[in-house]
């Protein structure tokens, strides 16, 4: 089972940052979190992952609280092509390399 | 660099039949992941090889599912004796990153979808 809660759906507007949360209060210490997102059945990408200090790419920034519990994938400015299905993951990288667990993720919907 | 490729992109199997899917890892990568998406439903993980080595097939249905990734060629995923609940899109990814690394990121392929009629 996926040990992470995320919202089912959001809307967003195009232009504006889209803010996901996701819970993952059971996250242990060798655990990272990974963001994947699919596009309307396309294979999933990878955006982007983090330990404990917060993370940016060219594609998102990935805010992870001091507790570990939760955190928050910002879009700095959502585009119509953002809108698809944004899944967080608990990852024991270092064990079980590539074995992601996905869990039902959040719908993103980027409104012009 | 070319990006996973996978093979065929829509694939129709009668009941009974046997179906084999491909996949091509990127380019010096060692590592490939076979993912299941059944209609309305999320991405479930079925095997994890290496190079001629099935690491973890923790998520393979115990029959008429099997996978391999030879020391030359493509990874394939082969379903025998296909039904309808076989219908569904599957995903390979791959990484050159495996246990023991500090990342983890996958590269997915675009998914075979099979329609078993």
């Known amino acids: 089972d996926a040990k992470t809660t995320q919202p089912p759906s959001m809307d967003c507007a195009e232009g504006r940052a889209a803010n996901l949360p996701c819970n993952h209060s059971?996250?242990?210490?060798?655990?990272?979190v990974y963001w994947y997102r699919q596009i309307h059945s396309q294979g999933p990408q990878y955006i982007i992952h983090?330990?404990?200090n917060n993370e940016t790419n060219e594609m998102a920034s990935l805010i992870i609280t001091e507790d570990r519990k939760s955190s928050t994938l910002i879009l700095p400015h959502a585009t119509l092509r953002d809108t698809a299905v944004y899944y967080c993951?608990?990852?024991?990288?270092?064990?079980?390399?590539?074995?992601?667990?996905f869990g039902a993720g959040t719908i993103l919907r980027v409104k012009s | 660099n070319a990006g996973v490729m996978q093979n065929p992109r829509h694939l129709v199997r009668r009941r009974g039949q046997e179906a084999r899917l491909r996949c091509s890892p990127m380019?010096?990568?060692?590592?490939v992941y076979w993912y299941r998406q059944l209609p309305e439903e999320g991405l479930k993980f079925m095997v994890y090889?290496?190079?001629?080595?099935?690491i973890d097939e923790s998520g393979m249905p115990k029959e008429r599912f099997s996978a391999e990734f030879p020391k030359e060629g493509p990874s394939i995923l082969r379903i025998q004796q296909v039904v309808r609940g076989d219908s569904a899109a599957y995903f390979c990814?791959?990484?050159?990153w495996g246990q023991g690394a500090t990342r983890a990121e996958a590269f997915f392929g675009q998914g075979t979808r099979l329609t078993v009629v």
């Open positions: 983090g330990l404990k």
């Open positions: 090889l290496q190079k001629e080595n099935i």
């Open positions: 990814a791959s990484s050159p």
């Open positions: 059971t996250i242990s210490g060798n655990e990272y």
């Open positions: 380019k010096g990568h060692s590592h």
């Open positions: 993951i608990v990852s024991p990288s270092q064990e079980y390399g590539n074995k992601l667990v």
